[in-house]
């Protein structure tokens, strides 16, 4: 069984910077995309970005491109989500998900293989 732990949730101002991290327990993860997702109060779980095992290949959904950066952890198993310029917006419950075989931008929360448990992040104005 594969677990997904994630880190480094906050309490951040606008503007500010925040690094998530999730560690994924050992499997062999050749062909998976390590990605987040975020849900806001009273909205659906949307995608934020992925990123291949290999790291070659990173996708952000357009809300967050051009802020958020998502990289190979520096631990083994481990991927970062540097958050920049933070908005209120950005305020969510971020959960680390783990999928076979791609995870573009739009991909949908019921096709996830496995997820983590989450970590808040709230962004105050």
């Known amino acids: 069984q594969v677990q997904l732990v994630e880190s480094g949730g906050g309490l951040m101002q606008t503007g500010d910077s925040l690094r998530l991290s999730c560690a994924a327990s050992k499997h062999n993860f050749t062909f998976y995309y390590l990605g987040w997702f975020r849900q806001a109060p009273g909205k659906e779980r949307e995608f934020v970005a992925s990123i291949s095992w290999s790291g070659g290949v990173t996708n952000y959904a357009q809300s967050v491109k051009g802020r958020f950066t998502i990289s190979p952890g520096a631990a083994k198993n481990t991927v970062d989500l540097e958050m920049n310029s933070l908005k209120p917006e950005d305020t969510a419950i971020y959960y680390c998900?783990?999928?076979?075989?791609?995870?573009?931008?739009?991909?949908?929360?019921?096709?996830?293989?496995?997820w983590g448990q989450g970590t808040q992040v709230t962004v105050s104005s």
């Open positions: 998900a783990l999928r076979r075989n791609g995870m573009p931008e739009g991909t949908l929360p019921a096709s996830i293989d496995y």
